[in-house]
C-alpha cells in the first residue's frame, strides 16, 4: 500500500512540477510531527525521486496546526512552487487550501485526507489511501 502511495505522489507532483515555467523548482514539504516513523519512511522515499533541479525544504509542525500555518505563509513568500502537506489537523486544511487558489498555487495532501467539499479546488490533490476501505480491510483480518 504504501508503495501505491508514494506512486500517486510521485505521479501527481510530477505533472505539477511539468506545468511550473522556472528552471528550479522549489517544493516546501509540511510535516505534521517529526516523530512520526512513518513519515520519515515516506520523506525519504519520495526525496530519493527529486531529480537535482528541485530544491526542497521539510518543516515540521510538531502538532501544531498554527505553526503548520505560519510555516505554509512563510514558504509562500519565498516563492515556493509546490507544497506537499501533512497536515496537523484535516479539518482545518480549508485555511491552507483558500490561500492556495488565491494565490494559485498548488498544494497536495498526503496521509490526512481535506474533506470533499475542500478538495473541490483545482489546486488542491490528496494523495493517499481510502481510509474507510482500509478500515474495512483491517476488520476484515481481525
Not at 505521479?11 to 522556472?22: A, E, F, M, P
Not at 480549508?94 to 483545482?122: C, G
Amino acid at each position: 500500500m504504501k508503495k501505491i502511495i508514494l506512486i500517486l505522489l510521485l505521479i501527481t507532483s510530477s505533472i505539477i512540477l511539468i506545468g511550473c515555467n522556472q528552471k528550479v523548482k522549489k517544493v516546501a514539504i509540511l510535516i505534521y510531527d517529526q516523530e512520526d516513523t512513518f513519515m520519515k519512511e515516506y520523506l525519504d522515499e519520495v526525496i530519493s525521486y527529486f531529480s537535482s533541479d528541485v530544491n526542497y525544504e521539510i518543516s515540521y509542525a510538531n502538532k501544531s496546526q498554527a505553526t503548520q500555518n505560519r510555516q505554509f505563509n512563510e514558504y509562500i513568500d519565498r516563492d515556493f512552487d509546490l507544497f506537499i502537506i501533512n497536515a496537523v489537523d484535516r479539518l482545518a486544511s480549508e485555511t491552507l487550501i483558500d490561500k492556495s487558489n488565491k494565490l494559485e498555487l498548488s498544494v497536495i495532501f498526503i496521509n490526512r485526507e481535506p474533506t470533499d467539499a475542500l478538495l473541490q479546488s483545482k489546486y488542491a490533490y490528496y494523495v493517499g489511501a481510502d481510509s474507510i476501505g482500509m478500515g474495512v480491510l483491517q476488520a476484515e483480518m481481525i
